[in-house]
């Protein structure tokens, strides 16, 4: 094989969240574990990506008792009981014994139902029902797929949808790329809307009518829309009206809706922008909106409880038809079953200790302290940056980052020209090397023409945080002295 006889999609594929500034941030890694005094800073800092654990979030003690139990099945044998019991709580003995037991294997080393276990299924439904409200009924079990994370749940929705290569799903720009680099893979097209910048990236019917009328004047067949709420990297918080709005608007246009959830946790000030899933304002909207599709995602990667590395997420279907739902459950087959210790890690997420469980104070105190923080941390990090010459910075309603919008002088945008970089990139990359701090360039997420910008996580250790800004703050001024206009 060699490049030019590759499948020629898989070449145009971005990613740049793990593109040129993460692999040479990893370089200087290694560099630095060679030689501690190679760079003017002691360690990379991964802000490149919202990968909370990485940079040292504590898992949840209880989900992690839960699956060292399930791991490794002997604790819970007979003769080594007492044992156990004195090492791990009575509620994750019983969790892990029970979750063994639904799934019909004596051990998480085999495969499961090809839409996960029943058993969390259901839970996930419960959960579902929770969360939106009595209101509504509990989803069917049979409606929810467990996937390997929220990304294989979109990839099976987006390769569903890409029929032939004029096939267009709409897409937010600024976007998380997945949406595009699957695009891009499957030969569909990105029809984009722009999120607006000055109402706190909210989305606008207006542009997703202009935006829909002109891709559909060129020929393209668009089939769905994208929504990433809360978003990312723009962390708004969509409101209950603009939820009605995009609903409408798909119905419309008899576009499918895919409402990417997985930052429904993080949402830093639920009194004034609470998070609403499109399922419960769908249902809400009655029997007229009875024939919207709607796909949703969520993840065990976020929140508070950052188990990127489980690789657990649910895709849950709303409204649609049982032959594309055989045909779902067909191509799930096809790649046998979602990875089952994330699938363990959605019973958790979906269902944690509760008040009166012997574990609830301590889940209560560990998800508290992470969120609380995480709340503090978003506002330090935006403050930092609208304290910043040429800098203003929206402040995240919600998910785990801030995106910085950033007026560079001419100076440095012709010095970014001559090393044959966009300005963002130029920055970010001097950035890497100033400071060891790793942010993504915005174009790498999309933007509007001549506006700039980054994405930093605000997921660094909070007693690091002062250093952390420190560092940003140093690097910021130097670059505008440096590149200063005459
Ligand atoms: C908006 C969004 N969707 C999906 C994902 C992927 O999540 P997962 O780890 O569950 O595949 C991410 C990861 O950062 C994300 O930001």
Redesign the pocket.
């Known amino acids: 094989m060699h490049l030019s006889s590759l499948n020629p999609r898989i070449e145009k594929v971005q990613y740049a969240?793990r593109g040129e500034l993460a692999v040479r941030s990893e370089a200087i890694a290694e560099d630095i574990k060679k030689d501690a005094n190679s760079h003017p800073f002691s360690a990379v800092v991964a802000c490149n990506?919202?990968?909370p654990q990485q940079l040292n979030q504590k898992p949840i003690t209880f989900f992690r008792q839960v699956a060292a139990l399930t791991e490794y099945p002997d604790l819970l044998a007979p003769e080594n009981r007492p044992t156990t019991s004195k090492l791990f709580p009575e509620d994750a003995i019983t969790r892990a014994e029970t979750l063994l037991r639904d799934m019909g294997a004596p051990s998480i080393g085999a495969y499961t139902h090809s839409q996960g276990i029943l058993s969390i299924r259901r839970t996930v439904a419960d959960f579902i029902r929770r969360r939106d409200g009595d209101a509504f009924p509990t989803p069917d079990p049979n409606n929810i797929f467990l996937?390997?994370?929220?990304?294989?749940?979109?990839q099976t929705v987006l390769g569903f949808l890409i029929g032939h290569p004029d096939v267009g799903v709409m897409i937010p720009i600024p976007?998380?790329p997945?949406y595009s680099a699957t695009l891009s893979l499957y030969g569909g097209k990105g029809v984009p809307y722009f999120l607006n910048e000055k109402e706190d990236w909210g989305m606008s019917v207006v542009e997703l009518t202009e935006s829909i009328a002109a891709a559909r004047a060129k020929g393209t067949d668009v089939r769905a829309l994208v929504v990433?709420n809360p978003?990312?990297?723009t962390g708004q918080c969509l409101s209950r009206e603009n939820m009605q709005e995009i609903i409408r608007f798909c119905h419309d246009e008899r576009l499918v809706l895919l409402a990417?959830e997985?930052?429904q946790v993080n949402v830093y000030d639920p009194d004034q922008k609470p998070f609403h899933s499109f399922r419960k304002i769908l249902l809400e909207m009655g029997e007229e909106f009875s024939d919207l599709e709607l796909f949703s995602?969520?993840?065990?990667?976020?929140g508070v409880v950052g188990e990127?590395g489980r690789?657990?997420?649910y895709l849950e279907c709303t409204h649609i038809d049982s032959q594309v739902m055989a045909q779902l459950y067909k191509i799930s087959s096809v790649s046998l079953c979602p990875n089952v210790p994330g699938q363990l890690m959605v019973d958790l997420m979906t269902n944690p200790p509760r008040p009166g469980d012997v574990s609830y104070p301590q889940y209560e105190k560990e998800t508290k302290g992470i969120f609380d923080s995480l709340k503090r941390r978003s506002t330090m990090l935006s403050d930092a940056f609208n304290n910043m010459e040429g800098v203003t910075c929206n402040p995240a309603e919600g998910?785990?980052y801030v995106f910085p919008r950033i007026c560079f002088p001419k100076k440095a945008i012709k010095a970014a020209e001559e090393a044959g970089k966009l300005p963002d990139e130029f920055y970010a990359l001097a950035m890497l090397d100033a400071t060891g701090v790793c942010v993504i360039p915005g174009s790498g997420f999309g933007q509007e023409k001549g506006t700039w910008h980054v994405r930093s996580t605000f997921l660094p250790r909070e007693e690091l945080f002062d250093d952390f800004i420190d560092g940003l703050r140093n690097f910021h001024q130097e670059f505008m002295a440096k590149y200063k206009d005459e």
């Open positions: 969240v990506i919202g990968n996937t390997t994370g929220a990304s294989s749940g979109v976007q998380y997945l990433i978003g990312n990297p990417d997985v930052y995602f969520h993840s065990t990667s976020k990127c690789r657990g997420g998910a785990m």
